[in-house]
């Protein structure tokens, strides 16, 4: 069945590094819709990013993303981390064929002084 | 744009008791609404996608009789949690798109505690 895998359970890095979040996915759909959600400690997931085009850089809040149907995947980066990029990031995977969102583990991000 | 009012944020009940939680809407119309748990390990499991005049489909280790939904209009649904124990804790989360949309926008949550 369809899948989402985020290698990096928890990323820790110094306040102006760059951030790079691993996502790859399998999929039975040629079609697949690629998002990642940001939730904050005690709120709820917030959509940060999402694509649905082959190649197609997409971009949000300093954070950007690019679908790669090659290689089933969809990182998330950041040129400069910030504090308040401190997060849970889940990448979660959907298509035209079922439109259930299928979650990964998530990352924890935390970000340094 | 698209908003989804869930409440109550946080609950509390006692063992074997039952609590429902409620999605609103505002600003676009929820065809299918999708409501996870997110267990304090932070995964996600869904518990059932539900579309309007459609029939609701649970996953499987959730079922009708532990989780009823109701979604009786494009603006509200609704979830009861029957007979809450330990294992029920969590985020429950309700995630609402609109026909012909693939993103789902969630609402606050509703944290339930188990006594």
């Known amino acids: 069945g369809d899948s989402v895998t985020q290698t990096e359970g928890l990323v820790t890095l110094t306040e102006g590094l760059p951030v790079m979040l691993n996502c790859t996915y399998q999929?039975?759909?040629?079609?697949?819709?690629l998002f990642w959600y940001v939730q904050h400690l005690n709120e709820s997931p917030r959509l940060l990013l999402k694509?649905?085009?082959?190649?197609k850089r997409t971009e949000h809040q300093g954070f950007h993303a690019t679908l790669h149907k090659s290689s089933s995947s969809f990182h998330l980066q950041k040129s400069s981390a910030q504090l308040s990029d401190s997060a849970l990031y889940y990448c979660?995977?959907?298509?035209?064929?079922?439109?259930?969102?299928?979650f990964g583990s998530g990352t924890q991000l935390t970000v340094m002084p | 744009g698209a908003l989804v009012y869930q409440y109550p944020r946080r609950t509390i009940c006692k063992s074997g008791t039952s609590m429902r939680m409620e999605c609103q809407a505002v600003?676009?119309?929820?065809?299918?609404v999708a409501w996870y748990r997110q267990s304090p390990q932070k995964t996600f499991e869904l518990i059932a996608l539900?579309?309007?005049?459609?029939?609701?489909?649970?996953e499987q280790n959730f079922t009708q009789e532990k989780f009823p939904i109701s979604h009786p209009n494009l603006s509200f649904s609704s979830m009861t949690v029957l007979n809450a124990y330990l294992e029920d804790r969590g985020l429950y989360l309700c995630?609402?798109?609109?026909?012909?949309?693939?993103?789902?926008?969630f609402g606050a949550g509703t944290r339930l505690s188990v006594l």
């Open positions: 539900s579309t309007v005049n459609s029939a609701i489909k649970y």
């Open positions: 999929t039975i759909y040629s079609n697949p819709f």
């Open positions: 694509s649905f085009t082959d190649n």
């Open positions: 600003g676009f119309q929820a065809t299918s």
């Open positions: 995630g609402a798109r609109a026909g012909g949309q693939n993103t789902l926008y």
């Open positions: 979660a995977l959907g298509s035209s064929g079922s439109w259930q969102l299928i």
